[in-house]
């Protein structure tokens, strides 16, 4: 409740603020806009220049020749497991 009321009053003074002070903030407004523009502006380049390099170091990458294929990986897992069955029939 009490958050209710104080959010109430601020609202209430915030707009007698507005309208006093109206010329102000429209001043405080035309400062603050170019400057967010140009923050925001350097910060898409440097984010769209970031994700270029990224996209352009996996094009440059090639890939290992001495990577194994998913089948190679499952025959060498049958061929580990027959070794394993193998040792423990040993026993």
Known sequence: MKTLIGGAVAAVIGVIGLAIWFGAFLQLLAGVIPIMLL???CLALYLGFDEL???WQR???VAPADM????DL???NEALKKELEALKAKK
């Open 68 to 71: 194994a294929t998913e089948s």
């Open 59 to 61: 094009e440059s990458s």
């Open 53 to 55: 390099k990224d996209t």
């Open 74 to 76: 499952k025959k060498e």
């Open 39 to 41: 923050l925001g502006g």
